[in-house]
């Protein structure tokens, strides 16, 4: 036999093998895949999906407002009087007068002069009386003779919380501010009874 037949020969025999293995029962077949019974395959449409529904804003509830306040006065009220009060550092006498803007009062040998009285605004941080003063110091004048300079032994400010910040150089007499004040308005006077009728006798 020729090599070709042979090759022939043994080619049908291997298809001869493999038709009876197909053939033989238990042997699971390859299936093709496909679809899966009881499944329904949904199919996504082309094109842009649909627009979405716009979203509502609400606008936010504003709140209250509040009252508006008064304005705090900034600026200092004035008064025209200052009350001073003055003790004698050697005798323990204690004085209390008021002074007149521009009319000095003499106080012994002390004369005082006050230039302005003020209460502290009420934004301010500490509420106090403030005065201006000029003290001077003259001693008594013999008779016949001519009166001696004055001498100045306190120009500044006096705080009525603060004696001590604004003391007067004096070896006799301490002064300090009490507080500032206004006119005093003059009493009321009462109106007068209506006079009851006489009585008649029965």
């Known amino acids: 036999m020729r090599p070709a037949e042979r090759l022939i020969v043994a080619l049908a025999a291997l298809g001869t093998c493999a038709s009876v293995a197909l053939a033989q029962p238990g042997i699971p077949q390859e299936t093709p895949p496909g679809p899966i019974e009881g499944s329904k395959a949904t199919e996504t449409p082309a094109g842009p999906p649909p627009p979405a529904a716009p979203l509502k804003i609400e606008a936010a509830p504003e709140a209250p ?14 008064f025209p009087i200052a009350v ?15 002074v007149r803007l521009d009319r000095p009062v003499q106080y012994k040998s002390l004369i005082f002069t006050l230039h302005a009285c ?8 500490d509420q ?21 300079a004055r001498k100045s032994v306190f120009k500044g400010w006096m705080y009525a919380s603060s004696p001590s910040v604004s003391p007067i150089e004096h070896p006799v007499y301490d002064a300090w501010l009490v507080s500032c ?13 209506p006079a009851s009728p006489p009585k008649t006798a029965p």
């Not at 407002?65 to 004035?78: E, G, Y």
């Not at 001073?84 to 008021?98: A, G, L, P």
């Not at 003020?118 to 941080?125: K, M, Q, R, S, V």
């Open 65 to 78: 407002k509040a009252a508006p306040k008064a304005p705090v006065p900034t600026s200092r009220a004035r």
């Open 84 to 98: 001073v009060q003055v003790v004698d550092k050697i005798t323990t006498e204690t004085n209390r007068f008021e």
């Open 118 to 125: 003020e209460a502290t605004a009420p934004g301010e941080l």
């Open 128 to 148: 106090d009386f403030i005065a201006h003063m000029e003290v001077d110091s003259q001693p008594p004048t013999p008779a016949g003779r001519a009166k001696p």
């Open 181 to 193: 004040r206004t006119d005093a308005p003059p009493p009321v006077a009462a109106a007068p009874k």
